[in-house]
């Protein structure tokens, strides 16, 4: 490799890594707004399913009643926070700077290749949807009333979290290049609500056996990989899919949504 | 074959591009820029004169990676930009027409992270954010939001960004359009200055004055092509005197068209296509008039590229 070529890829490095420091004092500005929207959600849940339900004798939960309840929710709290936060943190700021504001411009015009400026998007989605679900563990695990049983299964934890982070923040992308600014209620609307109530967030998939059509159905539902496999993550003693499956599934739609994203992206930017 | 022009900072051979999805009236394919040839040299201001729809922004959209050549060669500082478009934004600092500053940053953060993206450490990155700022007179601002500070601010904030990480080549598409007339005085002091300096600079107008204040060589652009490539002075002396009379008998027929057809932005392309059409008409109603002998006023004491433009397109040159 010859001297320039190697000034070269430091400087596309060094170029990544002062976009990703961009991105992230953006963040650490915007806290203030992170934090509450993406733990109010998830505590809402909780305080209503597993406090004020039980309080009040509403039955919920299946067999097992509250504690078994609060236990399905750790998982699938976790996944909604990481796949929403990875995808609406890409995909909103995308859809605007590239069609309404153009602020992307003097990014995409950074000495890089488009390429490796799209990965820093997913990066950045990828590490805002970590800090997600590390917010809302603790608030989906220790805020409920009643007891519930979660150990850390680490290797599974500490793989399955990086997949997850990308797949979605990938997915973000994806749906950031090919979506128009003025659809972005579409995107709340029907894209969000579906895959969140069909996501196996508040059932674990296999509870769904007695609608079989809805069982196969929600396999399209990428959620429904990232709640069984965080609840499997998090040993929580509800059974889950197999882990291959799941970690099968992740791997595929990651490289599959990574190509889609970065091509969608060099798409938008060039003419 | 010859060989590169010893300091051309620019080059371009055979350059075009066609939009087959944008298709012409007629079903063609719209045809942006069609064989374009440019060389410019280092330390020069060049100039893209035209119209709206020359082909300019396309043009300056190639040069700076932003846009794919259908084909043709354009390289930039030694580089060619379409084969190592990554490389070649190094050498590259553009101000758009439309203001692209980061809004979730404040102004002096949008020089420094400018810096950080081309490689500058934090502290070479403050020092260059910091003394551009003062030079651009920002000082006072640089801890404003972006959507605090004014057109004119807006606007020599991206001319300071594009400056920061010593580009080989300024590309300023359009910097005085929808500025006022102090600040559009004030950035062409600064792009004297940068002149000054050594900065080559490429830049688009529609404003014949500006092309003839600033720029060192002018290439008037029309339907995608260059109509005539010279110096101000001598684009003005290639002018004749007949020519000088029939254009601006040409022109105060235009003027009067004006009150007939007027054209502003809200003008659909059809009625612009009828504008156009009847200024061509009437630019063959002079040259037949001038033809059979018919006497045409004196020209003005001084030939303007406006006139230039009038006889290479026959029509006006509008905003």
Known sequence: MTVEAVDAGTGR?????????????????????FVPNTVLQPLLLVFVFTYVFPTIGQAVGGEGGAARFSTILVGGLVA??????????VALPLARELDVTNELEDRVMAPAPLSLIAVEKIASGALQALFAGMIVFPAAA?????????????????TLTPLACVASAALGLTLGTQLDPRSVPILAGF????????????????????????????????????????????????????????????VVATAVLCLTGISGFKKRVLN | MLGPVPDEVISVRGLSKIYPQQANEDGSALVAVDDLELSVTRGEIFGLLGPNGAGKTTTVGMLTTRVIPTTGVAIVNGVDVVADSARAKRDIGVVPQANTLDRSLTARENLYFHGR??????????????DLLEQFRLTAKAHSEVHQLSGGMA???????????RPAVLFLDEPTAGLDPQSRLALWDIVGRLHDEGQTILLTT??????????????IMDQGRILALDTPAGLKQSSSVNDGKAAVMQLWLSRSLDVLLPVDEETSDGDRRQRDAAERALSELVKAAESVGIPLPEPPDEVTLETVFINLTGRELRE
Do not use: K
């Open chain 1, 13 to 33: 490095w060094s170029t990544f890594r002062a976009l990703l420091l961009r991105d992230m004092v953006v963040l650490d500005r915007n806290l203030g707004e």
């Open chain 1, 80 to 89: 909604q926070a990481v796949i929403f936060q990875g995808i609406f943190r």
């Open chain 1, 142 to 158: 220790f805020v409920p009333a009643t007891p519930l049983f979660v150990s850390v299964d680490w290797p599974v934890l500490l």
């Open chain 1, 191 to 250: 894209v969000a609500l579906p895959l969140a109530f069909f996501g196996a967030i508040f059932y674990s998939w296999s509870a769904l056996e007695p609608i079989p059509w809805l069982q196969y159905a929600v396999l399209a539902n990428p959620l429904v990989y990232l709640s069984e496999g965080f609840r499997a993550a998090l040993s929580t003693g509800i059974p889950t899919m197999p882990l291959p499956v799941i970690y099968g599934v992740l």
């Open chain 2, 117 to 130: 993206y081309f490689g500058m450490s934090d502290g070479e990155a403050c020092e260059a954010s910091d």
């Open chain 2, 155 to 165: 606007q020599r904030l991206m001319v300071a960004r594009a400056i920061l990480h």
């Open chain 2, 206 to 219: 529609h404003y014949m004055e500006e092309a003839d204040r600033m720029c060192d060589r002018v290439a």
